[in-house]
Nanobody, 123 residues
Framework: QVQLVESGGGLVQAGGSLKLSCAAS????????MGWFRQAPGKEREFAAA????????YYADSVKGRFTISRDNAANTVYLQMNSLKPEDTAVYYC????????????????WGQGTQVTVSS
C-alpha cells in the first residue's frame, strides 16, 4: 500500500510559477515510476508528466513540454513538478500517482493516486 499526498498548489497569475510536491509513504516508491496528471472542471483527467524510478528518464505532454519539469528524490520519497510560465488553461486539480508499468501517459497504468491539489492560474 502506498499513500500519496500532494501539496504546493494555489492561485498564481499567468506567467508565474508553482512547485508541486508529492510525498509518498509505503514501500512502492523507489522502485516505481511516478506521474503527474491534471483534471480541469468538466474534463477528463489528462497526463502531464512522468519520471522513471531512477529519475533518468522523463516524459511530458506536449501542452506542458518546455514549461514543466518533473523530478524526484528517492531518499525523501518525494516527486516534484516545477511549473513555469503558467497559463490559465493550466488551471486544474493536479494528481500524482505511482505506476507499476505500462504506458506512462495512460491513467490505467497507475496504481495509487493522491487526493490532488488545486492549481488556479488567473489571466
Amino acid at each position: 500500500q502506498v499513500q500519496l499526498v500532494e501539496s504546493g498548489g494555489g492561485l498564481v497569475q499567468a506567467g508565474g510559477s508553482l512547485k508541486l510536491s508529492c510525498a509518498a509513504s509505503g514501500r512502492m516508491f523507489s522502485g516505481y515510476a511516478m506521474g503527474w496528471f491534471r483534471q480541469a472542471p468538466g474534463k477528463e483527467r489528462e497526463f502531464a508528466a512522468a519520471i522513471n524510478w531512477r529519475g533518468g528518464s522523463t516524459y511530458y505532454a506536449d501542452s506542458v513540454k518546455g514549461r514543466f519539469t518533473i523530478s524526484r528524490d528517492n531518499a525523501a520519497n518525494t516527486v516534484y513538478l516545477q511549473m513555469n510560465s503558467l497559463k490559465p488553461e493550466d488551471t486544474a486539480v493536479y494528481y500524482c500517482a505511482t505506476t507499476g508499468g505500462g504506458v506512462y501517459s495512460l491513467t490505467s497504468s497507475y496504481i495509487y493516486w493522491g487526493q490532488g491539489t488545486q492549481v488556479t492560474v488567473s489571466s
